[in-house]
């Protein structure tokens, strides 16, 4: 992710905004389990057939594989969308794991990982009856740089060679010259520095493959051709009310991922989350068999799930990849004296913001910033250990020594929104906590707009604030790389290397990771890189989201993987 554009940025954030909202609006009970749930919902072995009703708050807009942003575009999109690698659809840490889907392995790495060869697995085949192309995944990526079709990940924009500069099929029909297909089963992509992480990017919609003569642009999402188990037939209201068939040529024996048991897919959006929280909970008719994508549980509905045991047997627990954290910027006084970012490190209380987030159930408290996952390259450690209610002698101790004996008032920013997150509740425990540390915090609101406007941009970055991110994909490079990689500071747009950390150490210790294609060998490294960095305390750990979802008691295979932290559909049932 070196260099993004401003417009790459803007998504990205918007992006780590909504996953945080999504996952830590709601508080509850105390107690919830670690990973995945596993829930299986109603009793007996998953079977074919009936119809899956999803209830979501936001409409499915933008359904083209060039427009989607995550993995797989996320959980609707993926029933329709097959892509070169995919998701590994398992509960918890196991679910974390990249793994083949139209590809018939993770992709053949050069020596030096900057040229990478897949190849097609046989009898793929699109809703119409004809075959995949390693031609078709070309003009898939390639209309992805169209301006018309503006909004899907930025990284081939950067990795490839001569993404910089291209302008899409519809301006450039030469197409870009470091995609290679020899043959109707091969591509080759050619980037511009080594990146072992190639096969997780695989994973993005991108590469999802477009028969150039059926692609009718900008109007493409009404009606794309299906390379998966489901096809659109009816897309209504521009998202709003999806219909999802059998697409009959897509074959189990291809896709080792997709379960594909219900016969019809009924997506309804603009549903108020409190009406989709009630209608999963009374679960009647059509809703017996329907979940939510989007929608998580509020705390009047935990509060009342925890008192029901069979609601309570309902809901799916999932952990997606999110940090959030007190952010400093050096740049402004009196942050520029570690021993002030110490002293606020060593008083901060996390039980007091654990609660203030919802409780244990929706956040556990962090002490490192990459997130508590294998795969992210977690390495425990805790740098200015505060105990669970903050060291305050420790604090006064490091102010006296930073020159404050009498201790010193400080303004923390944080939004206005009512997201558990970076918002008011949290911003109160935090000033309480420092208060005991005989640090006075003034309070400045923002909204949402403003708030992101504000603390994103290096000429208005304040030097105290509350920040969150969230990875594209589970590994430490997308998660670490744009928080600290000096070359990441963007000067005249988004920068969330909130620090200005630009340590050719740090710089250099990115690149010799990014070369490696052993991605077990790399996690090491991220989380060794995630403990020197956090010695210098341009960050504070607060806590991890904890996400909680209602589905109705129809609903059977509940598989919920650490890549996402919610029900993945592309495994359930209804009979």
């Not at 139209?102 to 046989?122: E, M, Q």
């Not at 070359?487 to 909130?498: E, K, L, M, P």
Request: hydrophobic residues 35%.
């Amino acid at each position: 992710m070196r260099q993004p554009s401003v417009i790459s940025r803007r998504v990205a954030a918007a992006a780590a905004v909504l996953a945080v909202a999504a996952g830590a609006a709601a508080c509850g009970p105390e107690g919830s389990s670690k990973g995945g749930d596993g829930s299986s919902g109603a009793a007996g072995a998953p079977k074919k057939g009936g119809t899956l009703t999803v209830l979501n708050s936001a409409p499915q807009e933008d359904f083209d594989p060039a427009r989607l942003y995550t993995s797989g575009g996320g959980n609707v999109p993926s029933l329709v969308f097959r892509t070169l690698t995919t998701r590994n659809r398992e509960d918890g840490a196991a679910g974390s794991k990249v793994v083949p889907d139209l590809a018939t392995d993770l992709g053949t790495p050069s020596k030096n990982a900057t040229v990478w060869t897949y190849t097609l697995k046989d009898n793929l085949k699109y809703e119409d009856g004809t075959a995949i192309t390693s031609a078709d995944i070309k003009y898939g990526i390639e209309r992805s740089f169209a301006a018309e079709l503006s909004g899907g990940a930025p990284y081939l924009r950067d990795w490839l060679i001569g993404g910089a500069g291209y302008q899409g099929p519809y301006k450039d029909k030469k197409g870009l010259d470091s995609i290679l297909t020899p043959d109707a089963k091969t591509i080759v992509f050619h980037l511009n520095k080594p990146e072992g992480e190639f096969p997780f990017l695989a994973t993005q919609t991108q590469t999802t493959p477009v028969p150039k003569a059926k692609d009718t642009g900008t109007k493409y999402e009404e009606h794309p051709l299906s390379s998966g188990p489901y096809k659109v037939v009816k897309n209504e209201g521009d998202g709003e009310r999806l219909t999802l068939e059998r697409n009959t040529y897509w074959s189990a024996g291809t896709d080792e991922e997709r379960k594909a048991y219900p016969d019809r897919i009924d997506v309804r959006s603009g549903l108020d989350s409190a009406v989709i929280n009630q209608r999963l909970s009374a679960s009647q008719g059509a809703d017996a068999a329907a979940v939510t994508t989007d929608t998580n549980l509020g705390p009047a509905e935990l509060a009342k799930v925890s008192g029901d045991k069979k609601l309570a047997a309902r809901v799916g627990t999932g952990h997606f990849g999110y940090t959030n954290y007190i952010a400093f910027n050096p740049k402004v006084k009196p942050f520029d004296n570690p021993k002030v970012r110490q002293a606020i490190s060593y008083a901060v209380d996390r039980s007091s913001v654990v609660n203030a987030a919802g409780g244990s159930s929706l956040a556990e408290p962090a002490t490192t910033f990459l997130p508590d996952q294998a795969s992210f390259g977690y390495t425990p450690y805790d740098a200015f250990p505060a105990g669970k209610t903050g060291n305050a002698a420790k604090a006064k101790e490091l102010l006296k020594e930073a020159g404050y004996p009498k201790g010193l008032t400080v303004t923390l920013t944080h939004n206005n929104e009512k997201n558990f997150a970076t918002s008011p509740e949290i911003a109160t425990a935090l000033q309480e906590a420092l208060k005991k540390a005989g640090i006075t915090v003034k309070l400045r609101g923002l909204e949402s707009n403003a708030y992101s406007d504000t603390v994103y941009n290096v000429k208005t970055e304040p030097g105290f604030f509350l920040g969150g991110w969230g990875a594209d994909w589970p590994s430490g490079g997308p998660f670490f790389a744009p928080i600290f990689d000096g070359r990441q500071i963007v000067r005249a747009g988004y920068n969330f290397n909130s620090g200005q950390l630009n340590d050719p150490a740090v710089n250099k210790e990115i690149d010799e990771i990014n070369k490696l294609t052993d991605l077990s060998a790399a996690a090491k490294r991220w989380g060794a890189l995630d403990k020197k960095v956090g010695e210098q305390a341009l960050t504070v750990p607060l806590f991890h989201p904890v996400y909680k979802r209602l589905y109705g008691e129809s609903v059977r295979n509940v598989v919920i993987s650490d890549w996402t932290g919610v029900l993945d559909i592309s495994q359930v049932a209804v009979k």
